[in-house]
């Protein structure tokens, strides 16, 4: 089996190095941005046809939720335009193509967790994005899976863990958001979870929604970091409205994972901070 994964450097896409480390017998090929832009139809073509993958994960998208704001262009350009270029590429080629989307597709004004056929309707430039990478890629290859994650963590890159773990070292006092809900999710889980899809032999086009188990505020969630850190820092909870930023999130973007589970045969874990701080 091959597997190309665009995005090579992202959090998603280091934790599917490691795993593909473990599996001698299948062929990963990892493609950074700079090996291969995904919004440059002819490289986007080219490398598919170069490599005749099986399966084509897109770990690539444009992921800093304020900055989108103030760059809507490049943000529609890699997160809708980039998964079309690959999933028309992977159609023509008789690749599947597996693509990653978000819970900020969600307004956040339900109370109980998103089902995939919840109305979308997103809040900022990011959400907006990337959900016009969700219709486009299933309008450009009827086979395409898109699986909706949330609030991803590891080792790698840029992410809340990682930020909280400096600043807890750096100030004796944080506040942080306590009215945003959602569910953390490490991305080596999410790595695994993607390949169970390819190895479950249940290849069956639609949207999924994945994320750890266990729904938390970011606050809380902070609480759990410097406790597995054994940090003092003194964490204030703070509403959304004490901490503006310029793109606008769902207050509430817990996922309901019950049509992963179902479809693919999967447990899905807690989320685990242990596992995350052995490495960091
Ligand atoms: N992070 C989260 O909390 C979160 C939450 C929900 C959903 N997701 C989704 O999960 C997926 C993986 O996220 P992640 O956290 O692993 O992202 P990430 O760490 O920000 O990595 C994204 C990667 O995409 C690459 N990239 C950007 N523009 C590109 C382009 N035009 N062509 C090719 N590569 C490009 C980046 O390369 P450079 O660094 O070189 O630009 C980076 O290596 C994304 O689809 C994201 O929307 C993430």
Redesign the pocket.
Known sequence: MKILV????????RELAQLAAKRPMDEFVFR???E????HADSVWQAIADEEPDYCIN?????AVDKAEADPETAFL??AE?PRLLAAACAAKGARFLH?????VFDGNASEPYREDDPVNPLGVYGAS?RKGEVQSMEANRETIIVR????YSAF?N?FVKTMLRLMRERPQLSVVNDQHGCPTY?ADLAAALLHIIDSGKWTPGIYHYCNEGATTWYHFAEAIRDRAALSTQLLPISTEQYPTPARRPAYSVLDTTKFRSTFGAEIRASNLDRQNQNL
Do not use: F, R
């Open positions: 665009t995005g090579a450097g992202g959090q998603v896409a950074s941005s700079t291969l832009n995904i919004t770990a690539a998208a444009y992921t890699v997160n980039g990653i989307s978000t819970d900020y990337k994650t949330a609030w991803v890159g992410n991305a």
